[in-house]
């Protein structure tokens, strides 16, 4: 082997484009619900689909009722065109908690739901 070569070193480079993070939350009738959090400054590439598709999933095969999220508003049509619903004033008292959960967020983003 020559001065300048390294011998059995494998290197590998990936570059993230999207993630999510989520918050687990007990509801009063029993019930759980996942608040996500998303990640993701790459658009229209997409892995925001997938990504949501496997959130929902997880959701699912952890027996939550469904997933809400604070879109920003450029991504509320995205979030639209993956099922999600405008989370509002309502008298189903899980969704109300739900919108209640919500207010925490700022006036700049549209709380959403999707059940699943």
Excluded: W
Aim: one cysteine or more; aromatic letters at 10%.
């Amino acid at each position: 082997m020559g001065r300048n070569q390294v011998r059995g070193t494998v290197v590998t480079a990936a570059k993230v484009v999207g993630g999510a993070f989520y918050e687990q939350h007990q509801l009063s009738d029993g019930s759980s619900i996942i608040e996500l959090t998303g990640i993701g400054s790459y658009q229209s590439v997409g892995v925001g689909q997938p990504l949501m598709d496997h959130v929902e999933q997880v959701a699912h095969d952890q027996r939550h009722v469904g997933v809400i999220l604070l879109a920003v508003p450029s991504a509320i049509e995205f979030y639209q065109r993956c099922g999600y619903s405008f989370l509002t004033e309502t008298r189903n008292p899980v969704e109300r908690a739900l919108y209640y959960l919500s207010c925490k967020a700022s006036f700049r983003h549209a709380a959403m739901l999707k059940y699943v």
